[in-house]
Structures are given as structure tokens and as C-alpha cells.
């Protein structure tokens, strides 16, 4: 796991709080505290690996599923585990609906929670990653001419080189070296590579 990974706890219990990262200091994870929605929004930064243990009810500021809104709005995909002891369906549903990944109940056992953030932690990993790839195909399609890019939007509806040649008016030879270029340039080996590839880093559904 990545040394920087922190932990955050936001409830207004603090010894629910320092209970919390005892046992995450046990195990060599780096944690941070808040005792309320504000204080944690306050310092939230999406940069920062990791993952949120939330309690629902706050008795400062927003509860756990407004602070749950509010991070949906600013389109943040941090893992959040909501630990309360005061949970029940309605809530509960809500809170998986808004992107928690867990609902436990207070009081927790210590091993359950421990696999429940490690797999949280996991989960902001991966999707850390496949940020980063998608962030470097839009970085390369900027390295595209006006040409490679009319002809590889063509590709992605599926259109054959020949059907790409008549659209643009050009010979099928020289929509195939365009084709060759948006593929080294792209890091790509086939058309259904690139559809893949594109499609998701533009967050674009595939086709089919």
C-alpha cells in the first residue's frame, strides 16, 4: 500500500475517533480525524490517497449522508465506509446509492473493519490508476493532426479504411497511414484497442 494512503475518520466521537486510528496505527496505516463534516470538507483535498470512515449522524454541521452530497458534487471518488450506530434500511440504501462502498454497524469488530478499509484503500488504488491511464490517452490524442483525428473519430463509429477514404475523399493508402499514425501515437495495436482505449478515457459508453 502506498505510504502516503491516509485514513480519514470523520466523527464527532472522539474516542471513537482515537479508537479508530490506534487500531489503524497497529497496522502501520496513516490516519486523520475530524469531528465534523466542515472541518473535514475544510481540508479535503482529492490529490491525497485514501479512504473516508464516516459516522451519519454529526451533531456539527452536515450529517454523514449530506457530507456524502456534497463530495458527489464536487465529483470526488474517494472510498467511504459509513460506521454509525444509528443505521437502519432507508439510511442505509441511501448511502450505498450515494457511492459508499460499506454500511457498518457500530460497534464494529476491529478485524472486520481493518478488511473493510484494506479493501476501500484497494479500491482508491485501482481507480488512482486507471485515472492515470486514462489521463495519458487524452494527453496523447492532443499530439494528433486535425487529419489523424477526423479519420480516428471514423474508427471509433467503426468505419473501415475504405469507407473513411470515400468520406474524406481521400485514397485508402493515405487513410491507412493516418491510421498507422493514430496508433503509434495512441500506443495501440488494433481498431477495437482503440475504441476501448478512447472511449473509456472520455468516459463514453462503448458501442454494443
Known amino acids: 500500500m502506498n505510504t502516503s494512503t491516509t485514513v480519514f475518520v470523520v466523527d464527532d466521537n472522539i474516542g471513537v475517533c482515537n479508537s479508530i486510528s490506534e487500531l489503524l496505527e497497529s497496522v502501520n496505516l496513516g ?6 463534516s466542515d472541518e473535514f470538507l475544510a481540508d479535503f483535498d482529492p490529490s491525497r490517497p485514501g479512504c473516508l470512515v464516516l459516522d451519519v449522524r454529526l451533531r456539527a454541521g452536515k450529517n454523514g449522508l449530506d457530507l456524502q452530497d456534497e ?11 459509513v460506521l454509525t450506530g444509528h ?17 457498518l454497524q457500530k460497534p464494529c469488530p476491529p478485524k472486520l473493519l481493518l478488511e473493510r478499509i484494506q479493501a476501500a484503500l484497494e479500491i482508491d488504488q485501482q481507480q488512482r490508476a486507471l485515472a492515470g491511464e486514462h489521463a495519458a490517452v487524452i494527453a496523447r490524442l492532443e499530439h494528433l493532426t486535425p487529419r489523424e ?8 463509429t467503426g468505419k473501415t479504411s475504405k ?8 485514397s485508402v493508402r493515405t ?3 493516418h491510421r498507422r499514425m493514430v496508433f503509434m501515437k495512441l500506443d495501440v495495436a488494433s481498431a477495437a484497442q482503440l475504441v476501448r482505449s478512447v472511449l473509456d478515457a472520455r468516459g463514453t459508453p462503448r458501442p454494443g
Open 175 to 177: 487513410v491507412e497511414g
Open 163 to 170: 469507407e473513411i477514404a470515400t468520406a474524406l475523399d481521400l
Open 87 to 103: 443505521g437502519n434500511v432507508p439510511t442505509s440504501v441511501r448511502a450505498l446509492k450515494a457511492g459508499a462502498i460499506d454500511f
Open 71 to 81: 463530495l458527489q458534487r464536487r465529483n470526488a471518488t474517494i472510498p467511504i465506509i
Open 149 to 156: 483525428n477526423e479519420v480516428m473519430e471514423m474508427l471509433l
Open 31 to 36: 490516519s486523520k480525524t475530524y469531528q465534523s
